[in-house]
């Protein structure tokens, strides 16, 4: 009788267990769509304060820019009028502008990614849609920072920035924000402290970085 009281207790508990988890990983999982369509929404209406909110203090937020034949990145704890990513925003926003968000039309999913390709020399998206991929780990920072290493051109970068790019981008989710054929929006977005924030933000991308 004691041996069914303590398996009894025993499968309560582990069936409890599995409830919370299965409970938290729901709650991460709805808090991570929300922050992606915050994101999206904010880049849109170019609200800097909403962007702030999601940039990680400690971490910040990176952002990937073309300046040339290469790719480069700086990093900002927190956006301003005139800042690098603000200016790239405007850039990217008058190249690749985007009609105002509609999530319903444009459902969240998770799964392979738009894949931006050329046909007859215009850019274009192997699809449309809003999309996240979480098995996938993508290293956008170090193969621009290894790139220009290679070329004497990284000195800025210390092994301590080196390694702590590594460890972001090990932990991020690529989302694409394609709602049409001809624009879209290339983030990271990552998990810290039961908080999700934009990571990394691709300023300028061609079928190459894809």
Same mark, same amino acid.
């Given at each position: 009788?004691?041996?069914? &009281?303590?398996? %009894? =207790?025993?499968?309560?508990?582990?069936?409890?267990?599995?409830? %919370?988890?299965?409970?938290?990983?729901?709650? @991460?999982?709805?808090?991570?769509?929300?922050?992606?369509?915050? #994101? #999206?929404?904010?880049?849109?209406? &170019?609200?800097?304060?909403?962007?702030?909110?999601?940039?990680?203090?400690?971490?910040?937020?990176?952002?990937?820019?073309?300046?040339?034949?290469?790719?480069?990145? #700086?990093?900002?704890?927190?956006?301003?009028? *005139? $800042? !690098?990513?603000?200016?790239?925003?405007?850039?990217?926003?008058?190249?690749?502008?985007?009609?105002?968000?509609?999530?319903?039309?444009?459902?969240?999913?998770?799964?392979?990614? !738009?894949?931006?390709?050329?046909?007859?020399? /215009?850019? #274009?998206?192997?699809?449309?849609?809003?999309? =996240?991929?979480?098995? @996938?780990?993508?290293? !956008?920072?170090?193969?621009?920072?290894?790139?220009?290493?290679?070329?004497? /051109?990284?000195?800025?970068? $210390?092994?301590?920035?080196? &390694?702590?790019?590594?460890?972001?981008? $090990?932990?991020? &989710?690529?989302?694409?924000?394609?709602?049409?054929?001809? $624009? *879209?929006?290339?983030?990271?977005?990552?998990?810290?402290?039961?908080?999700?924030?934009?990571?990394?933000?691709? =300023?300028?991308?061609?079928?190459?970085?894809?």
């Amino acid at each position: 009788m004691y041996f069914k &009281r303590g398996f %009894f =207790a025993f499968s309560l508990l582990i069936i409890a267990c599995s409830t %919370f988890a299965q409970t938290k990983t729901s709650k @991460k999982e709805a808090d991570f769509i929300t922050a992606c369509k915050g #994101v #999206v929404s904010s880049i849109y209406k &170019r609200d800097i304060k909403k962007l702030n909110a999601y940039i990680n203090p400690k971490y910040g937020l990176y952002t990937l820019y073309s300046p040339g034949v290469s790719d480069n990145f #700086v990093n900002e704890k927190k956006i301003g009028r *005139g $800042s !690098p990513l603000d200016n790239h925003l405007s850039l990217t926003l008058n190249d690749l502008p985007i009609t105002k968000p509609d999530f319903v039309k444009n459902l969240f999913k998770y799964g392979k990614l !738009p894949q931006w390709q050329w046909i007859e020399d /215009e850019g #274009v998206w192997s699809k449309t849609g809003f999309f =996240a991929d979480t098995i @996938k780990k993508y290293q !956008p920072l170090t193969e621009a920072a290894n790139f220009l290493i290679s070329n004497n /051109e990284g000195d800025q970068y $210390s092994k301590k920035e080196l &390694r702590t790019i590594k460890l972001i981008e $090990s932990q991020c &989710r690529k989302v694409v924000f394609a709602p049409d054929k001809e $624009s *879209g929006l290339i983030f990271y977005m990552i998990y810290i402290n039961s908080k999700w924030y934009l990571a990394i933000f691709e =300023a300028a991308f061609d079928v190459n970085d894809i």
